[in-house]
T-cell receptor, first 112, second 117 residues
Framework: TQLLEQSPQFLSIQEGENLTVYCNSS?????LQWYRQEPGEGPVLLVT?????EVKKLKRLTFQFGDARKDSSLHITAAQPGDTGLYLC????????????FGKGTMLLVSP | GAVVSQHPSRVICKSGTSVKIECRSL??????MFWYRQFPKQSLMLMAT?????????EQGVEKDKFLINHASLTLSTLTVTSAHPEDSSFYIC?????????????FGDGTRLSIL
């Protein structure tokens, strides 16, 4: 059983569209991180959320941590081709430790 | 800041060869380094966690004699894939963290694409 379920698995949209991707679990987490990975490169951290209901914004990206700290969403406004990549959510594998468990990711393709 | 360099970026070699991959933290001291494996269109699977000066902790199902990890200093960890076979072909990624703790970010290298013929 996958600890983190990410949806959709793949999303292909046109430049300028809005989108939301989800990271869901039945477990409660102390924190959750979102990463973006471009082909042939390592993941890059976008944000860490720690408080239930927390909303963080990074330019056109809005991240929300669920009130119960079991899920999170990433909303992109007016997507750009540069947003193309694999979006991964990750949570601590063991409470208090650095080890992370990743979801399977959402592959986003933004066409001009 | 927090740059992690991984070398080589790509390796193609014959079956039976041993391959060493280096992971360096360039501008910080990494208390812990992690090694991941990623198959095409799949997520990162943690292979092992290494702390400087101590033996690596391997995840269940990862053969420690197959994937040798050495973390000799606070800025360098190496992964050696011994007697590699085609099924070992994958994208190997390392990451490093400066401070232990669940909210601390991991800084990733750019990965090594390993292809075993």
């Amino acid at each position: 059983t996958q600890l983190l379920e990410q949806s959709p698995q793949f999303l292909s949209i046109q430049e300028g569209e809005n989108l939301t991707v989800y990271c869901n679990s039945s477990s409660v987490f102390s924190s959750l991180q979102w990463y973006r990975q471009e082909p042939g490169e390592g993941p890059v951290l976008l944000v860490t959320v720690v408080t239930g209901g927390e909303v963080k914004k990074l330019k056109r990206l809005t991240f929300q941590f669920g009130d119960a700290r079991k899920d999170s969403s990433l909303h992109i406004t007016a997507a750009q081709p540069g947003d193309t990549g694999l979006y991964l959510c990750a949570v601590p594998t063991y409470s208090g430790y650095s080890t992370l468990t990743f979801g399977k990711g959402t592959m986003l393709l933004v066409s001009p | 800041g927090a740059v992690v360099s991984q070398h080589p970026s790509r390796v193609i070699c014959k079956s039976g060869t041993s391959v060493k991959i280096e992971c360096r933290s360039l501008d910080f001291q990494a208390t812990t380094m992690f090694w991941y494996r990623q198959f095409p269109k799949q997520s990162l699977m943690l292979m092992a966690t290494s702390n400087e000066g101590s033996k690596a902790t391997y995840e269940q199902g990862v053969e420690k004699d197959k994937f040798l990890i050495n973390h000799a200093s606070l800025t360098l960890s190496t992964l050696t894939v011994t007697s590699a076979h085609p099924e070992d072909s994958s994208f190997y990624i390392c990451s490093a963290t400066t401070v232990a703790g669940s909210n601390q970010p991991q800084h990733f290298g750019d990965g090594t694409r390993l292809s075993i013929l």
